[in-house]
C-alpha cells in the first residue's frame, strides 16, 4: 500500500527511513524527497498552480518581471534554473515545488501550524532516483555523466536553456528534481531541494498515482501531532533553526507561548 498511517513516533520514524539501506555501499542513504504538509487533504500543486486564473500564460510575466526587479546579487547565474530557484526561494509563484532530503525538516512543516493541529498531516516520500529513470535520455545521459542521482542547475542549463525549451520535452509527464545553489542558509538548513514538472499545469500526485512504485504517504494522525512537535522542538528542528533570522525566531517564540487550545 501507498498510504500508510502512522500510529506513533517509532512506526513514523520506521516508515520514514524504511528502504535508506544501499547493499552496494553498504550504508544507510536513503533515495527519497520529502514533503511535509498540516493536511493530509492538501495535493501537491505547485504555487503557480494554486495561483488560479490564466496561471500558464502569466508564468513569463511573473518571472520577466522578477527578473527585471530583482537585485543582480542574489543570483548567481543567469540561466532560467538560476531564475527559477531563486524566485521560488523567495515567494514568486512559479512550476516547482519545494522539497527536502530530511525526514525530520519534513515531519517540522507537518506539524508547525499549530492551527491545523485538529487536521491530520502527511508526509510524502517519493524516490528520486526511480523518478529520474523515467526523465528524457538526454537529461539521464546528463546524471550518467556527472554521476549524480539529482540534477543541479549547472547540470539542467546545459540541456535546458528555457522553459519554452523545457515544454519541447513535455511529450510524456515526468518529474525531476534538481538542487538550487546555497543561496542563503535557510536553503542549507532545510535541506532543500525542488522538482519541476515540464508542464506548468501538470499535477505532481497525479502523476505519482501512475507511478506507484516509486512514492508513499504517510498520514500524521492529528492525536498523535503534540507528541511529534514536542519532540522536534527538543531536537532543535524549530523556525528558529530553519529560517534563520529575526524572522525564524519570532515564529519560533509565537508558537513555543501560543496555549495549546
Sequence with gaps: ???????????????????????????????????GLS???????????RLGGPYTELENHLLRNFRKYAHREV??????????????????????MDW??????????????????????????V?????????????????SAEGANVFTVEMLSRVIQSLKTFD???????VLFFEPPSM??????????????????????????EHPDIWRKIIIPAALKWEIRDKLDQANITERVLMPGMGGLSRWLKRQYSPKT
Design 39 to 49: 493536511e493530509a487533504s492538501y495535493p501537491l500543486a505547485t504555487t503557480l498552480i
Design 100 to 125: 527536502t532530503y530530511s525526514p525530520f525538516v519534513a515531519m517540522h512543516f507537518a506539524t508547525v501550524n499549530i492551527e491545523k493541529s485538529d487536521c491530520d498531516g502527511v508526509i510524502w516520500a
Design 75 to 96: 543570483v548567481q547565474g543567469d540561466s532560467i534554473w538560476h531564475w527559477l530557484a531563486v524566485a521560488q526561494h523567495y515567494g514568486l509563484p512559479t512550476r516547482l
Design 168 to 174: 519541447q520535452y513535455a511529450d510524456q509527464d515526468y
Design 127 to 143: 524516490n528520486y532516483e526511480k523518478a529520474h529513470r523515467l526523465v528524457p535520455r538526454e537529461l539521464q545521459r546528463e546524471l
Design 184 to 209: 542563503d542558509d535557510r536553503i542549507v538548513n532545510q535541506f532543500a531541494f525542488f522538482s519541476v514538472m515540464p508542464s506548468a499545469c501538470a499535477r505532481l500526485d497525479d502523476w505519482l498515482y
Design 1 to 35: 500500500m501507498n498510504e500508510i498511517v502512522a500510529d506513533s513516533w517509532n512506526s513514523l520514524q520506521d516508515h520514514l527511513f524504511a528502504d535508506s539501506w544501499d547493499a552496494g555501499i553498504g550504508r544507510f542513504r536513503s533515495r527519497f524527497a520529502f514533503r
